[in-house]
């Protein structure tokens, strides 16, 4: 069985491979490793309905479980300085000034310049040996934190954080993005780039609480041990656990590898491909719909890194003491997640509206913002409800994870494109401390402003994208056709060329 796979006029036709063969036409650079894994290995028929349902059920009792808790193990060591400032965290280390405000900025610095040893490091290592070798080594670094003592200190300690969670991201949209196919990754997205670190660090924080003042260390102190510990033991318990892909999920029986890997086929972005190809690398970068989500992804995130750092901070405002104000951290998460659960469920089922949805969402946290801003001090039910409104930012941006999952084909293009996006997302982090100007307390009223105009920035490079995406499906249509299904059992879907070089694919939007 013969079938030219269709791509751009710069990459030949090739036969494809049938399943159980080990001769190939394509060189092996071509082809992912699911290519090769499935043509050297044992076929077992199509697929029941049956069959994948009970394949789907597996990879979340088990994916959906890790990834959730590593996610927000490494959320929580980046978000537990504001719940750290609630047990004097700035008193104790003699901060004035902005210098607060640096410690929030110095992370997402660090992320930037780790992105670039990252972008390499995700394409050829793979994804869950790489998760879990870097969730260890910055759990390691969330515990130096209790014997540093100096602002220079904590920056370094900060810088070193960003650089070494500058993986985390780009590891976990491989993973997804490995296991499940397009209409799938976005429920999944919700529920495991979740808020849960707010649930977390508030949970620690009351617990930390009751220690009692005559203890020997701070309490903040208690608070990075306890974290880091915790962290470090999951870490290595990812390391032996985790698997990178199907092909190699412990949990999934010889039958069920071959067909979790096959389903994958259409979605056209392949698993997993260790060479790195320079022509992807120009492509991402002369990519318009990937400069719109990473540009997307630091306007969001503007407003995120401000909230992460000062939000602990803005309860403490209103009157509640450290112990209540950690307590009512915990609200943030559930809604924060539940809206993010909603709407890529909503922009799973909405088919050609995801970026439409997203942009909807945006609505809520305008809503926030407005109502922390506009109601006075002293309306302490009406600041609460705004405030928690304002953490539904968060449900947009795990939307959009879902958009570069969806739409980058070529391994090297994934790559560099996730890396791009999180360097968006470090860029918003760095920008939005800035913007809660220590002497503007408690209004904050630079930091309201550049918020709501975040916001309403974001919704129209939503639209913009939703068009271009929409607009290329068209032009693709006209010129190709429409896309023809990729056949059971060739290495059709599995070939290592970008989503621009397929004439089959069809950008989700």
């Known amino acids: 069985m013969e079938k030219d796979i269709k791509v751009d006029d710069s990459v030949q036709p090739a036969t494809s491979i049938i399943v159980g063969e080990t001769t190939k036409t394509l060189n092996d650079g071509a082809l992912d490793e699911a290519a090769k894994y499935l043509a050297n290995h044992e076929e077992f028929g199509p697929m029941t309905k049956e069959q994948e349902r009970k394949i789907v059920k597996k990879i979340d009792s088990w994916m959906i479980p890790l990834l959730v808790f590593c996610a927000t193990l490494s959320a929580v060591d980046k978000v537990e300085i504001g719940t750290a400032s609630l047990y004097g965290f700035q008193k104790d280390n003699g901060m004035v000034g902005q210098q607060y405000s640096w410690l929030g900025s110095i992370l997402p610095l660090g992320t930037l310049i780790g992105l670039i040893p990252a972008s390499w490091l995700v394409q050829r290592v793979p994804a869950g040996k790489l998760l879990a070798t870097g969730s260890l080594l910055w759990s390691l670094c969330t515990m130096c934190y209790a014997p540093c003592r100096t602002w220079s200190g904590f920056m370094g300690l900060r810088f070193l954080l960003g650089f070494l969670e500058a993986i985390s991201v780009p590891c976990l949209t491989v993973l997804i993005a490995s296991f499940y196919k397009k209409d799938e990754q976005p429920p999944r997205n919700g529920i495991i780039f979740a808020y849960f670190s707010s649930i977390f660090n508030g949970f620690f924080a009351w617990v930390i609480g009751y220690i009692p003042a005559s203890a020997p260390l701070f309490k903040w102190q208690y608070l990075y041990l306890l974290t880091g510990s915790i962290n470090v033991l999951y870490s290595l318990f990812l390391w032996f656990i985790l698997p990178d892909s199907p092909m190699n999920a412990f949990f999934l029986t010889p039958e069920q590898r071959y067909h979790a890997t096959q389903r994958l086929a259409g979605n056209r972005t392949g698993i997993a491909n260790r060479v790195w190809k320079w022509d992807q690398v120009l492509e991402a970068l002369l990519d318009t719909k990937v400069w719109l989500i990473v540009l997307f992804n630091t306007v969001i995130n503007i407003p995120n890194g401000g909230l992460q750092a000062f939000g602990s901070i803005i309860l403490n405002n209103l009157g509640y003491s450290a112990l209540v104000s950690s307590l009512l951290t915990m ?147 006209r010129k190709y056709g429409k896309p023809e299904a990729v056949h059971e059992g060739t290495a059709e879907g599995f070939v290592d060329i970008t989503d621009k070089k397929q004439h089959d694919f069809r950008y989700t939007t």
Not at 433 to 447: D, L
Request: net charge positive; proline share 5%; glycine share 8%.
């Open 331 to 477: 609200p943030f998460g559930v809604l924060a997640t539940g809206g993010a659960w909603a709407f890529s469920y909503l922009a799973a089922k909405w088919h050609g509206r995801r970026a439409l949805t997203a942009a909807l969402a945006l609505l809520l946290p305008v809503f926030g913002t407005a109502l922390v801003y506009g109601l006075p001090r002293t309306n302490v039910a009406g600041q609460m409800v705004g405030l928690y409104f304002m953490y539904f930012y968060w449900p947009p941006y795990v939307v959009a994870i879902s958009l570069v999952q969806a739409n980058t084909a070529g391994m090297t293009k994934k790559a560099v494109t996730y890396s791009l996006t999180t360097i968006g997302y470090a860029a918003g982090n760095l920008i939005g401390p800035q913007t809660f100007r220590s002497n503007e307390a408690p209004k904050y009223t630079t930091s309201v402003i550049a918020m709501l105009v975040s916001y309403c920035a974001c919704m129209l490079i939503l639209l913009v994208y939703w068009f271009l995406g929409s607009w290329d499906n068209k032009r693709r249509d």
